[in-house]
């Protein structure tokens, strides 16, 4: 959690959180198999938690996906619990499997 200036010299607090997940999408069998699977969990995430998420990484691999998602929040705890539970519903997909994730607040 880190204080940031906010016009009128008051501060604000902020609470960043960053996850970055590997996916593995088994069903894929071509990048656009990938995509269409990737973008409609994306799209489902975006709706429902109201984060910022993209792929960072693998793009050029058929069935294998990094994915980071932002929260940010004036409260630590409530950042914490929208990160955990994206991770949750990225666990119970159906198309794509959770391998591993990294969670950090800055």
Known sequence: MQDFPVPGGERAHVAVGVCIVELYLG????????RRILRSILDRIKARYNVSIAEVDQ???WQRATVAFVCVSN????TYQVLNSVVK?????NH???LDYQTEIL
Not at 27 to 34: F, G, M, P, T, V
Not at 75 to 78: E, G, L, M, P, V
Not at 89 to 93: C, H, K, L, V
């Open 89 to 93: 519903f990225m666990e119970n997909q």
């Open 59 to 61: 793009q050029d691999l």
């Open 27 to 34: 069903e894929a069998a071509s990048l656009k198999d990938k």
């Open 75 to 78: 409260d630590q705890s409530r």
């Open 96 to 98: 794509a499997q959770l």
